[in-house]
């Protein structure tokens, strides 16, 4: 049996919704949890004791990314990923199918694994399901992902029930081939697209194997929102109390919200760090575009309910000037604010739990940052 | 006659170097001190807390920039420089001069003014003392500097005269429109280019205007180091020593160094955070180019030596991974390191100049930096 590693701590009564821990060799979790991506060893612009500083209790790093540029042997030398880059928190890893399988015309498909073309310097590559293990063992990661297909939306039933299938038997060789068991956990992936009886499929095949947490895979890759809630209505049910769930590459505040009342316990996403450089912050009544002339002498926070370093320190006219100027600050501002905004968010979502008012947490919060009602009965 | 701003605290008995305090509104200044430049209201990639930590003492800031981007009214409507970009410490603002005489053709000088075309949108301005002076009082700096012409070298000993002597009217009409003489220090800049009778005149002149401080301006503008030299050794006899002397645009370890034996109290200049961003460290044993294929797993800090936060915790192989991966948080970690270096420097020079070892001091260092002797007798 596998280990035990989340403990469920209250339940909402009007919802799937719990609040759970998460135990990791660096520290527990405190769930539900939004997991800043931190793609190539760093949290774009951002640094170690910053995230800390916003209470980020876990970071997620990509796989793929890490074994194209530096290598995971030269990781694993520098001491693995948290040594290399100065974050002594839980750090999770993806499996590196995402990135592969959205490589399109540069890879190829067996069941050995995946032949793909590196998007640095086009050099060839092939990984398979004990090259994934072997790269996440290198890198030292307190959660692995088995290493998935990750299908396009929209996919052919034909199709995604042989994958779903080739995506367990990579799971089998996955748990066999993991060479640290106690130090890291690995999750399973279930996948199956928009069609229940393939989630199903997938969440059976992988139940079967054990693992000590399950990934959601496969979801806000192009469907409609409804279907995403819809396969979430579904699977949750059939997955185990005991063990977190992690609905991977989302983070709106409106799909975590959706997730956490459906049973979700785990969340990343590029959006809040990547909209930021964009220059655009999440506030408490929607999202703000901080380049508008509107803002040119708006002596004021860019969001007076927030109380992170951005909003305690700058004003809207001073974060327009940096981003009109291309100064590299501004990115950091709203970084930093865009980031605290969504842990911020998931810390009241688990105090909602706890006093189980989610629903009247969820749905005051939604009108206000959408301007419209929660559809939640 | 000017309010006294500068007290002289310890001098060297084997040099002309001093050490000193220079009182502004926003606190006292121990010189010798270099200046980071936050040219566009921000130091590059830096917060102001991240500048005191390091102790940085004050800031430069660009009038020019300013006055095109955001504009020095608005800067004024959000309470002044330091509360716009959230730095409570002094700031230095130059005239504009400097980047108005380096657009070359766009510009057009006579005795009212410069016109000249925007750097950013092409559009049409006049900058004439007066207007330096309006921008500056706005802005509300702790030092302004005088609107001058910085002349290009090499220039002909003629066309250096009617600069100088024009320089100097332009001083005079700078003192005369400078409206907060109690909350901000003007300096008239000497000019003369690398001419002795040309830098005596321009001394005079301004000496008798009776300026509070003095810039030395038109060096390192491409004249061989050794004539900077000279002009120094030259100059800097002639100029008050109850009042502290600026060289302008000067920041390079061995320019520090000779300046200071030679009398120099402050420096300003780009080169420490600009090499940072491209990839050049400072350290004690001179410049490390990150991006070199030796520093591949270098798993040791950029300087063992070092105190900074980026040697404290970060490797050569993770900083050359963060630049090889075009990410910001290497351009943050150098930028803060170089600074850290560069004002760790003058905290040595001031102690070395109060303990009266500045020569032995200089030596040591020059020679592990450069690996060459400093010629100084």
């Known amino acids: 049996m596998s280990k035990k590693i989340f403990t469920q701590t209250a339940v909402s009564s009007e919802s799937q919704a719990r609040t759970g821990v998460l135990n990791t060799k660096h520290g527990d979790v405190q769930t539900p949890i939004f997991m800043p991506?931190?793609?190539?060893?760093?949290?774009?612009?951002?640094?170690?004791e910053e995230l800390s500083s916003i209470n980020t209790q876990i970071l997620l790093s990509n796989t793929y990314h890490l074994y194209m540029r530096p290598g995971h042997e030269l990781i694993a030398r520098a001491g693995g990923l948290h040594k290399f880059m100065n974050w002594q928190g839980p750090i999770l890893t993806d499996s590196g199918g995402f990135q592969v399988f959205s490589l399109g015309n540069l890879r190829k498909i067996t069941e050995e694994g995946v032949?793909?073309?590196?998007?640095?310097?086009?050099?060839?590559?092939?990984?398979?399901?004990?090259?994934?293990m072997e790269i996440q063992?290198?890198?030292?990661?307190?959660?692995?992902?088995?290493?998935?297909?990750?299908?396009?939306?929209?996919?052919?039933?034909?199709?995604?029930?042989?994958?779903?299938d080739r995506t367990?038997?990579?799971?089998?060789?996955c748990l066999e081939a993991h060479q640290r068991p106690d130090d890291q956990h690995l999750f399973g992936i279930i996948q199956g697209g928009i069609f229940h009886d393939m989630r199903k499929r997938s969440a059976e095949?992988?139940?079967?194997?054990?693992?000590?947490?399950?990934?959601?895979?496969?979801?806000?890759?192009?469907?409609?929102?409804e279907?995403?809630?819809?396969?979430?209505d579904h699977l949750i049910p059939q997955m185990p109390e005991e063990k977190p769930r992690y609905l991977m590459g989302v983070g709106s505040p409106d799909c975590l919200i959706h997730g956490v009342l459906r049973g979700v316990d785990m969340f990343d996403c590029v959006l809040p760090t990547r909209i930021a450089r964009n220059g655009t912050a999440m506030t408490s009544i929607g999202q703000v575009v901080i380049k508008n002339a509107k803002?040119?002498?708006?002596?004021?926070?860019?969001?007076?309910?927030?109380?992170?370093?951005?909003?305690?320190?700058?004003?809207?006219?001073y974060l327009r000037h940096l981003f009109k100027a291309n100064e590299i600050l501004g990115l950091r501002l709203l970084t930093l604010h865009n980031l605290?905004?969504?842990?911020?968010?998931?810390n009241n979502i688990r105090k909602a739990i706890h006093d189980d008012n989610l629903v009247e947490f969820s749905k005051a919060f939604y009108l206000d940052y959408y301007g419209k009602p929660l559809e939640w009965d």
Chains 1, 2 share one sequence.
């Open 37 to 48: 991506v931190g793609t190539q060893a760093t949290v774009k612009t951002m640094t170690p």
């Open 115 to 132: 032949a793909f073309q590196s998007h640095i310097d086009g050099s060839s590559h092939f990984i398979s399901p004990e090259k994934a």
């Open 137 to 164: 063992n290198h890198l030292g990661s307190d959660i692995m992902m088995a290493f998935d297909e990750c299908i396009p939306f929209p996919s052919e039933h034909d199709y995604v029930m042989h994958s779903v």
């Open 168 to 173: 367990t038997r990579w799971a089998k060789r």
């Open 205 to 225: 095949g992988l139940l079967d194997l054990d693992f000590p947490g399950y990934g959601i895979g496969g979801l806000s890759v192009g469907e409609p929102k």
């Open 227 to 232: 279907n995403m809630y819809d396969v979430l």
């Open 295 to 317: 803002h040119t002498e708006a002596f004021e926070p860019l969001d007076p309910h927030c109380s992170c370093y951005t909003c305690k320190n700058y004003t809207r006219a």
């Open 340 to 346: 605290h905004f969504l842990l911020d968010l998931m």
